[in-house]
């Protein structure tokens, strides 16, 4: 096992331990923090490992971070509505 998956698995651990301590901002700060360490990670693995490896993990980052995947999508859908009409 590289490098590389030896710490997704460990942001993936410290991500699902952080989701289980109560917030009292629902989790967004943390969030953020996964999501800063967890870009640059993502490019680590998939420079390593390879595509299919790289959007495996991502997939893993995004069942983890779900709602801020769900936020993004919403706000894009919004901008692209102001901007047909």
């Known amino acids: 096992m590289t490098p590389s998956l030896i710490c997704f698995f ?6 699902n331990l952080a989701a289980m301590i109560p917030s009292r901002d ?5 969030a953020y923090v996964l ?4 870009i640059p990670l993502l490019g ?3 420079y390593e490992n390879g ?3 790289g ?3 991502m997939a893993a980052g995004v069942s ?7 936020y ?11 901007a047909d009409g």
């Open 10 to 15: 460990a942001w993936a651990l410290a991500a």
């Open 51 to 53: 595509p299919f490896i």
């Open 64 to 70: 983890v971070l779900r709602w801020p995947v769900v």
């Open 35 to 38: 999501i800063a360490l967890g």
């Open 72 to 82: 993004l999508w919403r706000w894009l859908k919004g901008a692209r509505r102001k």
């Open 26 to 30: 629902n989790h967004w700060t943390r």
């Open 55 to 57: 959007l495996a993990c």
């Open 44 to 46: 680590w693995v998939t």
